[in-house]
Structure formats: C-alpha cells, structure tokens
C-alpha cells in the first residue's frame, strides 16, 4: 500500500513537470489527472502554470536538485522528509529555540561539538528521534514513548498539539500514566486525552493515575 501511495505522488509530480512544459502527457498519467478531484486537478494545473512563469535558468536549477534528490539512498530522503516534517510542525517559539541552539552549538569550540555530538549519538535511537518533537516534548519524550508509538496518521496532528499544551508537570504525570497502562488499553488513553478540555486535563489525569 505504502508502495503504491509513493508512486501515485510520484505520478502526480511527473504529471505536473509534463502538463508544465508541454510534453505529452503519457496515457497513464493523463487518465490519472482526469481522475482526480477536482480541487486536485485545478492545483496540478496551476502547479503547471507557475511552472511555466520559471525563468529557463529556475527550471534547470530545480530539475538538477530534483536530480540530486533521487540520487540519495532511499533512507537518506526519508530522514530528511522526517526532520523537515518535524520542522514544519514545530511552533514559532520552538523554531527559535532550535535556532539559537544551533547557533550556540556552532559557536563551541571543536572539541566541545564533538563531545556533544559523542553524547547525543550514544542515546538510544528512539530517543534520538524522540528530540524530533522539539525542545518541551523531545525532554519528555522518553516518559511519552510508550503513548507515541504506532499512533495513527490520522490521530497524529491532534495528539501532539494536545501535548505541547500542557504543562511540564502534566506531561510527567501523563508519562507515568502511559508507562503503567497496558499496549492493549494505549490507544484509548491517547483518546480520552485529546478530548478533555484544558482547563479539566489536570483533574483528569490525577484521577486516572488513582486508579
């Protein structure tokens, strides 16, 4: 299925590059664009558009980045689609703690950078995924993990905000809750959770961590 999802986006992307530069579009691809939504088709259309308005010089640099994109090994783009998605999904306020770190680690000395880096290399690879998350849920993430795992796509976005809005306590109480509570009981924690209220989160979670 994951293969399948990887060459439908894959489909799209070459559909777009054909409609934008006037190639005629492969049976496959054009019976792919005729079925799609209709939202989606008018977005592959002004992808084309915008395409069209590169200067030739824009269009050879992206081809040749799109080139050296599809040259990495296949784990390689992953971690990086990862780390950008984890980006993207950090707040304003996380991003700049991010930034000020890395420059503060850029400003050590060699020797430093290298014990940090020998430091954060032997942690656990879970855990080294886990600072993904940013600065507040990535010093949590060891306590979480047993929530955060295997949660669904679909339940991902919700999940997380719920977490970064809680407190520093809260997310230690819901740490010692996730570790005592059975694989087989995780996913109805997870749902309890995000639908209780802010201001009810703090009632909720002593008395779940009574029982």
């Known amino acids: 299925m994951r293969r399948d999802l990887s060459r439908r986006r894959g489909l799209l992307f070459a559909l777009t590059l054909a409609t934008a530069t006037a190639v005629a579009t492969p049976p496959e691809l054009k019976d792919l664009l005729e079925r799609l939504p209709p939202a989606a088709q008018a977005g592959v ?9 590169f200067p030739p010089a824009e269009q050879a640099a992206f081809r040749q980045r799109a080139a050296q994109w ?6 390689e783009r992953d971690q990086r689609r990862e780390r950008y998605q984890a980006w993207q999904a950090l707040s304003p306020g996380e991003r700049a703690q991010a930034q000020a770190a890395a420059a503060q680690y850029a400003a050590m000395a060699p020797d430093v ?33 047993p929530l955060l795992a295997q949660v669904p796509e679909a339940e ?24 005592r509570t059975p694989p087989a009981a995780r996913a109805e924690l997870r749902r309890e959770l995000v639908s209780v209220s802010a201001s009810e ?10 029982h």
């Open 70 to 75: 599809d040259a990495l090994p296949r784990a």
């Open 201 to 210: 989160r703090g009632d909720w979670l002593w008395r779940r961590l009574q």
């Open 156 to 179: 991902h976005a919700a999940l997380l905000r719920t977490l970064r809005s809680m407190t520093p306590q809260q997310r230690r109480d819901l740490g010692v809750l996730a570790q």
């Open 45 to 53: 259309r002004e992808n084309a558009r915008r395409w069209d308005g």
């Open 113 to 145: 950078q290298a014990a940090w880096r020998a430091q954060f290399e032997a942690m656990d690879r879970s855990e080294r995924r886990g600072w993904l998350f940013g600065p507040s849920l990535g010093a949590d993430y060891v306590a979480l993990q």
